[in-house]
């Protein structure tokens, strides 16, 4: 690609030569936000291996969102800060070979399992294609998957529409923010404002359609904007924050334990209205304290080597978990049975998928990144 030169501050470069732009300077894995990552994967495949005795993967789910939110927004304003710009086209190239080899790997083998063997996995070959075709294209979560007979299998794709279309819009409405003095003024005032109305437009929306809401975008634009809001504020205050939160640290955590013991109904406007924002609050809050550089007793935990591995491997595990789940019952019928060998089943095709898919395509990363975090 050939360099276009210097852009102005806030301004966005659309094109970035390895040979002339050097690359900022890397940073190692925080491995409390690996240990984050590798809770939250935990509650949502313990949402899904044991229906009866566990519904909070949805709080998993949103602690990935606001995990989200805040590290894309971090590493924007670290790059930005360092060279006075945005590498917009070198951003959605890195986010491509984060996202798209795995899932095409995973959308590949969904539908040659439906052409094949549908019939026995109650696997609908035209469901499969329509799932494969709006999953690509990052629209799952707008869809009946029921009505269009996507295997349920194929449901959690919703989520990753949900990130994919934050990570197409953000980072070009951040660019312009910066780019404009009053609005980088205010920034953090803007966020925290269409934090709050998005949790009214979420509200309101599961009142006039209920359940389904849950799968819109509007939903969760709310903790994708709180993690944006922490980074601002992060960045802000040059990493104290965490220090600063210390105190609310064991309030959050109890939060959390709270509600991974007794989850909360999605259908319900209290959740809704108050679960979700204070949830979302007090993932922020621990988000912050596992950057801050402090030594405490929650970052320890995190940083233990198992939520490090799971951590890591939490979008292979997402992606794999579910319908290697509900391929194996149609074969075995023990309970206990079942779940021992779906999950050897999702953890060894999460391990290759890591190892020979995700891996590969993230060593290409290099060529256009600027700033690394964890």
């Not at 925290?192 to 009214?200: E, N, R, S, W, Y």
């Not at 104290?240 to 939160?245: A, C, H, K, M, V």
């Not at 579910?322 to 999702?346: R, S, Y």
Request: charged residues 15%.
């Amino acid at each position: 690609m050939g360099d276009l030169g210097p852009a102005e501050p806030g301004g966005v470069l659309l094109a970035v030569e390895p040979a002339v732009e050097p690359r900022l300077q890397t940073k190692p894995r925080n491995a409390a936000l690996d240990g984050i990552r590798g809770l939250a994967i935990s509650a949502v495949i313990a949402s899904h291996f044991v229906p009866g005795g566990f519904k909070g993967g949805a709080y998993g789910v949103l602690v990935f969102f606001v995990l989200s939110g805040y590290l894309i927004t971090t590493l924007l304003l670290k790059e930005h800060e360092r060279s006075g710009r945005i590498d917009l086209k070198a951003f959605y190239a890195r986010r491509a070979l984060r996202l798209l080899p795995a899932l095409y790997v995973f959308l590949v083998v969904a539908l040659g399992m439906s052409l094949l063997f549908g019939r026995e996995l109650r696997m609908d070959p035209g469901g499969s294609l329509v799932g494969s075709v709006l999953a690509f294209f990052y629209v799952f979560n707008w869809v009946d998957f029921a009505g269009l007979q996507i295997p349920h299998s194929m449901t959690p794709l919703w989520t990753l529409s949900v990130e994919e279309q934050f990570y197409l819009v953000w980072p070009l409405l951040l660019v312009l923010m910066l780019g404009a003095p009053l609005l980088k003024k205010h920034l953090q005032g803007i966020v925290l404002a269409a934090a709050v109305l998005f949790t009214g437009l979420g509200i309101a929306a599961y009142l006039v359609f209920g359940l389904m809401s849950y799968y819109r975008s509007w939903t969760w634009i709310a903790p994708l904007l709180l993690g944006v809001s922490l980074a601002i504020a992060q960045h802000r205050t040059q990493g104290r924050l965490g220090t600063e939160l210390a105190r609310l640290a064991p309030i959050a955590w109890a939060l959390l334990i709270l509600v991974a013991a007794y989850p909360p109904t999605l259908d319900s406007v209290v959740t809704h209205a108050v679960v979700v924002p204070l949830l979302s609050v007090a993932s922020c809050i621990i988000i912050a304290r596992s950057v801050d550089g402090a030594t405490s007793f929650s970052t320890r935990v995190l940083s233990l080597p198992v939520l490090g591995y799971l951590g890591r491997r939490s979008y292979g595990l997402y992606l794999w978990n579910l319908i290697a789940l509900e391929t194996l019952e149609h074969f075995i019928h023990h309970p206990a049975l079942l779940i021992a060998c779906a999950l050897a089943a999702t953890f060894a095709v999460a391990e290759a998928s890591y190892r020979w898919v995700e891996m590969p395509a993230l060593r290409l990363k290099h060529r256009f990144e600027r700033v690394q975090l964890a």
